[in-house]
């Protein structure tokens, strides 16, 4: 065998020139058959995302960057010089190495009088990326203008394929792919030949450079070998072209009210920075929706503006007495935005304006289709352990029903979205010094809120009953409500013989500006508006004594801990709003936290102590068990949490007595699946369970299970006479390697009643994944069907998803 390990640049240029062409004749071409293909014979994503549906990639036909400085590595059987030809030729297993790039061939010459350059014979190449290119024949020009490819299959590292009878190039402007083949699906292995399960096929591809387009003709999409759809002829914008005005298809779609729906949209690329999209859906009920979208992004951040309008056709389609029935022209505007100011800081926003409260919802506006929606803008920073938050927030609830007809407190109003807080300013500031301070750390919160509601939310309402009614909860006042807070702390850890001791000195101030309205009556029960002002010192003493232990087959860590509170009473105890400590759930988790209220407008007050325990072990077969467990005492004082305020925040929580429930959690995992967790709040007098949660998995490669089963005490201030017991469960069967059944429900123990469950079937292989599912919901208390949808789920590896949902639940029928 002759080796020439280096040759001249002229000979080194021509003999790979067919590297160039070969690599632009892969996996980019078949992307772009693929992508495009199914894009347009199936459907692409929604309309408010027009940019998913243009394809990505570079200039297909173009020479590909390569270092000049590279060397070449040439090995044949003979290297032949042929003077009369004017010719070079490699024979025999030709290995040919330049840039990255290996070829494989049974000859390559390099005509110098024509300038061409030929591969002959299981051409073979493999490029950087892991593309493996195969031929019979490569015929191309030095200078890329012309070439030929015959028998031309792509392989890549995904296992997607390409295949073409010919590729050919033309005067260096047009490629053109004849019958080609497409598919991301490995060949059988039993039957190499059979057809795979899904593939796009094409009489011609042919790309044009200079007009940046790329055309199809006689384009189909097949499965198992049968065509299921078919294009004569289209084309778009080439890969390289990243955004490009055209059509795109919106998402099809079912429901009993709206009837079947579907549409198309223009986008316009007006510049590579921003574009504009118009579109239509149509609904064969309900008319025509116009929409646009106005996109914009800029150096540091982007945003959005869009509008949909609809004038309902059918409006009695829907329920009586529901917003939607009630409105006929409908409107809403969107628009978000986030933009860094610098590495540090960042403001954007999210808002939502509509003609009516459930717009959106109805007609499943992007990112606006859910019951509740929040509107916003936002400033927030961050620094190191230092973080700063400053927002203005609108609760907005899409409800279908409509309270004006039914509002007894407030004739007219629609009760239940006058009832959301309108915040403006929610202010948040956190700082913790870098330097120690007397031996600790020093960090200051502080939190300042102003809240707006213009009609009082009140659960368990008696009227003209009060706050002395036992159960009633004013969980929002009509009218204003201001706070400031503001907390600082100093907190220190040190090591003593073997115990871990920590000492927090902290001190906090709240001030509080409550300006309601209809005071002293059945509908607010604070008697005045005046300022309130609140200062709660404190001083915390814990110590954590861990004991480890380790042997040949487990290690052990047992953790005892004894935490010390002592401050004054909390004052102002149901003499203002209660906003954002609504939530109190005593459990492990919040154990050993100085105050155990979710929020700044309560604070734990009194002298008190907590004690428990952590344990946990873990084997060396992989088994573990953590478990925590404890209780609270209150020493000196007033329990916070024995004191009503307008919410009963802390009443019936288990800490409204001296000595608290029992809390205890414990998590057991085999490592090999199975997986267990209990956590529980047990009675201090008898243990009796007054709250729990049991929860266990397994997984395995067949089958994969999930349940839990809840359990909630009576609560009769909260209006829970009876006892709640609750089963939740999932699982996944795998029947075959492709096959799958999966569903879940959930069942009332105490109404007897499944208020939810689902069914469906799935297939996935290496490059189809398809479902099959099917929702209900019910009415936990009285069994009524409230929704029933099915949803169909198609994926294709390397071209996308489209997903079909159908609406099956119908108002009229089931009332």
Not at 46 to 65: I, R, W, Y
Not at 210 to 226: D, H, N, P, Q, R
Request: proline share 4%.
């Amino acid at each position: 065998m002759k080796k020439r390990p280096f040759i001249d640049a002229a000979d080194a240029a021509a003999l790979t020139a067919q590297k160039y062409i070969s690599a632009r004749w892969s996996a980019r071409v078949r992307a772009l058959l693929g992508t495009t293909a199914l894009a347009i014979i199936l459907t692409v994503p929604s309309v408010v995302e027009p940019s998913h549906a243009q394809v990505s990639g570079e200039n297909l036909f173009g020479a590909g960057e390569v270092n000049p400085a590279a060397q070449m590595l040439l090995e044949a059987d003979e290297l032949i010089y042929n003077e009369e030809e004017n010719s070079v030729a490699a024979v025999g297993n030709v290995q040919l190495a330049y840039d990255g790039y290996t070829l494989v061939a049974k000859r390559v010459t390099y005509e110098r009088a024509t300038g061409r350059v030929i591969a002959t014979g299981a051409v073979e190449i493999v490029e950087p990326n892991g593309n493996r290119v195969f031929a019979e024949e490569i015929d191309v020009t030095d200078d890329f203008q012309n070439g030929f490819v015959d028998a031309l299959r792509v392989e890549t590292p995904e296992n997607s394929r390409f295949i073409a009878e010919s590729a050919e190039r033309r005067d260096g402007e047009l490629a053109v792919f004849n019958n080609g083949v497409y598919t991301a699906c490995e060949p059988c292995k039993e039957s190499p030949a059979k057809p795979p399960i899904w593939q796009i096929r094409s009489n011609r591809v042919i790309i044009n450079n200079t007009t940046k387009t790329v055309s199809y003709e006689g384009a189909s999409f097949e499965l198992w070998g049968k065509p299921i759809a078919y294009l004569p002829r289209f084309s778009h914008g080439d890969p390289s072209i990243k955004r490009k005005s055209g059509f795109i298809f919106d998402t099809p779609g079912q429901s009993p009210e709206l009837g079947v729906h579907g549409g198309l949209a223009y986008f316009w690329n007006l510049a590579p920075n921003y574009d504009l999209t118009l579109g239509g859906r149509y609904y064969s009920k309900q008319g025509f929706m116009g929409y646009g979208e106005w996109r914009h992004r800029t150096e540091n951040g982007q945003y959005s503006l869009s509008f949909y309008n609809i004038e309902q056709r059918q409006p009695d389609e829907f329920d009586e007495n529901t917003i939607d029935r009630n409105a006929d022209h409908r409107t809403a505007f969107t628009s978000s935005g986030k933009f860094n100011i610098n590495p540090r800081w960042q403001f954007g926003w999210k808002a939502l304006a509509q003609s009516d409260d459930n717009f959106a919802r109805t007609y499943g506006i992007h990112s606006f289709d859910t019951r509740e929606i929040t509107n916003e803008a936002y400033l927030t920073g961050l620094n190191g352990k230092n973080y700063f938050d400053a927002r203005a927030q609108e609760f907005l609830i899409q409800d279908f029903q409509d309270d004006q007809l039914t509002n007894n407190l407030y004739p007219g109003q629609d009760r239940f979205q006058d009832q959301q807080a309108l915040l403006l300013p929610l202010f948040d500031y956190n700082v913790v010094s870098e330097e120690n301070f007397a031996g600790g750390q020093v960090s200051i919160d502080v939190n300042v809120v102003n809240i707006d509601r213009s009609e009082v939310d009140i659960a368990n309402f008696d009227a003209g009953v009060g706050l002395t009614a036992p159960n009633e909860r004013y969980h929002g006042l009509e009218g204003n409500y201001t706070r400031a807070s503001s907390e600082a702390e100093w907190k220190a850890s040190s090591i003593f013989n073997g115990a871990l001791l920590t000492t927090s000195l902290s001190v906090r101030g709240d001030a509080i500006g409550p300006n309601t309205e209809r005071l002293d009556t059945e509908y607010n029960p604070l008697t005045s508006d005046e300022s309130i002002y609140r200062a709660m010192p404190a001083a915390m003493f814990e110590i954590r004594y861990p004991l480890i232990s380790s042997h040949g087959m487990a290690s052990h860590i047992f953790e005892p801990i004894a935490q010390v509170i002592v401050r004054p009473d909390e004052t102002n105890i149901g003499e203002f709003q209660n906003e954002d400590a609504q939530s109190m759930v005593f459990e492990t988790n919040n154990l050993f936290e100085r105050s155990k209220f979710s929020g700044f407008d309560r604070v734990e007050g009194g002298s008190r102590a907590n004690i428990g325990f952590r344990y946990s072990t873990s084997f060396n077969n992989n088994i573990s068990v953590d478990i925590v467990a404890g209780q609270s005492y209150h020493l000196h004082g007033k329990n916070s949490y024995a004191e009503r305020d307008l919410v009963n925040a802390g009443i019936e929580s288990g800490l409204e007595t001296d000595r608290s429930d029992y809390v205890a959690s414990i998590e057991f995992d085999t490592g090999s699946g199975l997986a267990i967790g209990l956590d529980g709040r047990f009675d201090e007098q008898d243990l009796g369970l007054r709250s729990g949660v049991v929860g266990a998995r397994y997984i395995d490669t067949s089958i994969s299970l999930s349940g839990s089963y809840i359990f909630i005490g009576e609560q009769p201030r909260y209006a829970l006479s009876e006892d709640r017991h609750e089963i939740r469960g999932s699982a996944s069967l795998r029947l075959t390697d492709r096959w799958r059944l999966f569903g879940n429900a959930s069942y009332d123990i105490q109404n007897d009643n499944t208020f939810a469950r689902g069914v469906g079937i799935a297939y996935d292989d290496s490059c189809t994944s398809l479902s099959i599912a099917y929702q209900q919901a019910e009415s936990r208390y009285t069994g009524d069907a409230s929704d029933q949808r099915i949803t169909f789920r198609l994926g294709l590896r390397t071209i996308g998803e489209t997903q079909f949902e159908g609406d099956l639940y119908d108002p009229e029928q089931n009332n």
